[in-house]
Structures are given as structure tokens and as C-alpha cells.
């Protein structure tokens, strides 16, 4: 079974920058994709971020310039660094891997308030 832990998060003040990690049980290799969404409640999980095991990234909109999906293939993990956060940003923020199925993390929660 996959599993994904996320750490990372907290509170944060406007402007401020956030690194999160999520840890994979296997290979990040093994999986087409891997990523970040963000859901907040009553909402669907929206992507955030995005990366082929080729290595291709995908952003959404309001965070392409501000936000870096990168990995660190030996050790299984995924970062997401935020920089310039705004508290509209504030969210549980998932981890997502995909093969034939769809895994997700239980969530690291980012609040951005002064």
C-alpha cells in the first residue's frame, strides 16, 4: 500500500514563505505523476502543483512564479516550496502520486494570517 506523509505546514504571515515535503513508500519514479493540491472545506482539491516522472511541472495559475514543485529522487520526497503567501492561500494542501490508481497524504494544513 502507498502511503504519502506531508509535513511542513503551520501558520505564516502574509508574505512569509513555506517549504512542505511529502514523503513517498516508494519510488517516486514508480509513479506518472506526483503533486499538490489544496482543498479547502466545502471546496473540491484544486491542483496546485504538478510533476511527470520526467520531470515536466505544471502550475496552476495563481501560484506560477511564487510556488516550486521540485524532488528529491533518493530519498522519495516531493517538496513544494511557497514563497510571497497570501492568506487566500490558506488550505489543507494533499499530496497526490498517480499510477494505475490515485493516492493522496492525509494533508498538512498552511494558514496564512496576520
Known amino acids: 500500500q502507498v502511503q504519502l506523509v506531508e509535513s511542513g505546514g503551520g501558520l505564516v504571515q502574509p508574505g512569509a514563505s513555506l517549504g512542505l515535503s511529502c514523503a513517498a513508500s516508494?519510488?517516486?519514479?514508480?509513479?506518472?505523476?506526483t503533486g499538490w493540491y489544496r482543498q479547502v472545506p466545502g471546496n473540491q482539491s484544486d491542483l496546485v502543483a504538478t510533476?511527470?516522472?520526467?520531470?515536466?511541472?505544471n502550475y496552476a495559475d495563481s501560484v506560477k512564479g511564487r510556488f516550486t514543485i521540485s524532488r528529491d529522487n533518493a530519498n522519495n520526497t516531493v517538496y513544494l516550496q511557497m514563497n510571497s503567501l497570501e492568506p487566500e492561500k490558506t488550505a489543507d494542501y494533499c499530496c497526490?502520486?498517480?499510477?494505475?490508481?490515485?493516492?493522496w497524504g492525509q494533508g498538512t494544513q498552511v494558514t496564512v494570517s496576520s
Open positions: 510533476i511527470t516522472v520526467g520531470g515536466i511541472t
Open positions: 497526490n502520486a498517480k499510477d494505475r490508481a490515485n493516492y
Open positions: 516508494r519510488s517516486i519514479f514508480s509513479f506518472t505523476t
